[in-house]
């Protein structure tokens, strides 16, 4: 039976003082030689000489306190908006309500089966056909046969992949991929359901079509949503409250365009000259042969039409002949300002640094955010690698006010064409 409270609404998750604590390795993964500059410098408490400024130092000890004191309580029916940056334990909380890890400390209560999707495929075996994954997750959430022969037909024409649902899922793309796990998500019979940057794989057509399904699934059927995006967009469609976090702990609890504020605000901590990021950084689709190790800038302020120098410090498990960036330029509340592709290039198998050039002509008076995905051309295919979402920021200014006044980006929006070239005069109709 569901906990009830005062005001008479039913309970759905309830985290009491969870923490959660990883222990750090002690081997980086570099040469020898930095391996025991880390370890000389940490056993005599002495700054390590090989972190990249900017890097995330919340460590106690030898250990990383990735959630540290979350208290929440979510009730049926609510569809929840988690933000923050990178780092922030919004995946982390995630993976404890689908209990995927455990809490160091604290306890969560769940009322209701949870079915989760933290990544594209999760929960999915490679070897067997999309119809078959289909009674997997139905099985594993409790339900019947009968009862997943119920929904099949529902869950099928949803996914928009019915003439492939007899095909070993091995063989799907990211995008067919999250089109039939969501589906199977959203169909079966639970009481939660939990989603992390889900959407920022598929057509524009299906994202729309699954945050429907996910709003009809919280206001209609009584189901709790747990949402987390960085596009802010889709938090304002589908939440009707918002959580902030920051640093492991939370920071915010209310109204979204509060919250909204509140995390647009802190995103001018990521304007910033350089960033290192670990394997849990990167963005929840990719086929991870390659993970994106650091971002510098030559500058974090630049001024209008000055070249930006971007370097990316690349960790491949294999060599890649034709690897590519393409690069999603986002203003700081996450709508995409435009894309910024990268010439191809070869890398090998572990650690190669790409320096490359960013025109900032066009971009108007403002702070940006950068979203580079690693790609891998092989014969016609682009395989994506890796991506990080909201890497790093920049800011551009301009010494050249428009009209006297400065930039109104709310009127006027983030990009500064080129002056419009005008047209000779057209000659009189002669009839006149």
Same mark, same amino acid.
């Given at each position: 039976?569901a906990?009830?409270?005062?005001?008479?609404?039913k !309970?759905?998750?309830?985290?009491?003082?969870?923490?959660?604590?990883?222990?750090?390795?002690?081997?980086?993964?570099?040469?020898?030689? =930095?391996?025991?500059?880390?370890?000389?410098?940490?056993?005599?408490?002495?700054?390590?000489?090989?972190t990249?400024?900017?890097?995330?130092?919340?460590?106690?000890?030898?250990?990383?306190?990735?959630?540290?004191?979350?208290?929440?309580?979510?009730?049926?029916?609510? =569809?929840v908006g988690?933000?923050?940056?990178?780092?922030?334990?919004?995946?982390?909380?995630?993976?404890?309500?689908?209990?995927? *890890?455990?809490?160091?400390?604290?306890?969560i +209560?769940?009322?209701?089966? !949870?079915?989760?999707?933290?990544?594209?495929?999760?929960?999915?075996?490679?070897?067997?056909?999309?119809?078959?994954?289909?009674?997997?997750?139905?099985?594993?959430?409790?339900?019947?046969?009968?009862?997943?022969?119920?929904?099949?037909?529902?869950?099928?024409?949803?996914?928009?992949?019915?003439?492939?649902?007899?095909?070993?899922?091995?063989?799907?793309?990211? @995008?067919?991929?999250? &089109?039939?796990?969501?589906? !199977? =998500?959203?169909?079966?019979?639970?009481?939660?359901?939990?989603?992390?940057?889900v959407?920022?794989?598929?057509?524009?057509?299906?994202?729309?079509?699954?945050?429907?399904?996910?709003?009809?699934?919280?206001?209609?059927?009584?189901?709790?949503?747990?949402?987390?995006s960085?596009?802010?967009?889709?938090?304002?469609?589908?939440?009707?409250?918002?959580?902030?976090?920051?640093?492991? &702990?939370?920071?915010?609890?209310?109204?979204?365009?509060?919250?909204?504020?509140?995390?647009?605000?802190? &995103?001018?901590?990521?304007?910033?000259?350089?960033?290192a990021?670990?394997?849990?950084?990167?963005g929840?689709?990719?086929?991870?042969?390659?993970?994106?190790?650091?971002?510098?800038?030559?500058?974090?302020?630049?001024?209008?039409?000055?070249?930006?120098?971007? *370097?990316?410090?690349?960790?491949?498990?294999?060599?890649? =002949?034709?690897?590519?960036?393409?690069?999603?330029?986002?203003?700081l509340? @996450?709508?995409?300002?435009?894309?910024?592709?990268?010439?191809?290039f070869?890398?090998?198998?572990?650690?190669?640094?790409?320096?490359?050039?960013?025109?900032?002509?066009?971009?108007?008076? @403002?702070?940006?955010?950068?979203?580079?995905?690693?790609?891998?051309?092989?014969?016609?295919?682009?395989?994506?690698?890796?991506?990080?979402?909201?890497?790093?920021?920049?800011?551009?200014?301009?010494?050249?006010?428009?009209?006297?006044t400065?930039?109104? &980006?709310?009127?006027?929006?983030?990009?500064?064409?080129?002056?419009?070239?005008?047209?000779?005069?057209?000659?009189? +109709?002669?009839?006149?």
């Open positions: 039976m906990d009830m409270t005062n005001d008479s609404r !309970v759905a998750i309830r985290i009491s003082g969870v923490k959660k604590r990883y222990v750090l390795g002690q081997i980086g993964g570099r040469t020898l030689q =930095a391996d025991l500059q880390s370890w000389w410098a940490r056993k005599h408490g002495k700054e390590d000489p090989n990249v400024i900017g890097q995330d130092q919340r460590l106690i000890g030898q250990s990383f306190m990735a959630l540290n004191g979350i208290d929440l309580t979510i009730y049926q029916g609510e =569809a988690i933000i923050g940056s990178n780092g922030a334990g919004k995946s982390t909380l995630l993976k404890l309500l689908s209990r995927v *890890t455990a809490p160091t400390a604290g306890e +209560d769940l009322y209701g089966r !949870v079915a989760s999707m933290l990544e594209v495929g999760t929960g999915f075996n490679g070897e067997m056909t999309g119809r078959e994954n289909i009674y997997m997750n139905g099985t594993i959430l409790g339900m019947t046969k009968a009862e997943i022969d119920k929904k099949m037909e529902q869950i099928v024409e949803f996914s928009e992949v019915r003439d492939f649902i007899d095909t070993p899922v091995k063989r799907y793309s990211s @995008g067919m991929y999250v &089109k039939l796990a969501f589906s !199977v =998500a959203a169909h079966l019979d639970n009481e939660i359901m939990i989603m992390d940057e959407l920022a794989v598929g057509d524009m057509a299906f994202q729309k079509k699954c945050l429907g399904k996910m709003r009809e699934a919280a206001m209609k059927e009584g189901r709790t949503v747990l949402y987390v960085h596009n802010m967009n889709t938090i304002r469609q589908l939440c009707s409250r918002c959580i902030v976090m920051d640093q492991g &702990k939370v920071i915010f609890d209310g109204d979204v365009e509060k919250a909204i504020s509140l995390y647009s605000a802190s &995103k001018d901590a990521l304007i910033r000259s350089a960033y990021f670990t394997e849990e950084d990167q929840p689709e990719g086929e991870k042969s390659a993970w994106i190790e650091s971002v510098v800038l030559s500058s974090s302020d630049v001024e209008q039409g000055e070249d930006l120098e971007i *370097t990316f410090r690349i960790n491949s498990r294999i060599p890649m =002949a034709s690897a590519g960036f393409r690069c999603v330029v986002t203003s509340s @996450g709508e995409a300002i435009g894309l910024v592709p990268s010439e191809e070869s890398i090998g198998a572990g650690v190669t640094e790409i320096t490359m050039v960013l025109r900032t002509g066009e971009l108007a008076p @403002g702070s940006y955010l950068f979203d580079p995905v690693l790609y891998d051309r092989r014969k016609e295919d682009y395989v994506k690698i890796t991506h990080i979402i909201q890497a790093i920021g920049f800011r551009v200014s301009s010494a050249v006010i428009y009209y006297n400065v930039w109104q &980006k709310k009127y006027w929006g983030n990009v500064l064409f080129e002056k419009m070239i005008r047209v000779k005069d057209q000659e009189e +109709d002669p009839g006149e």
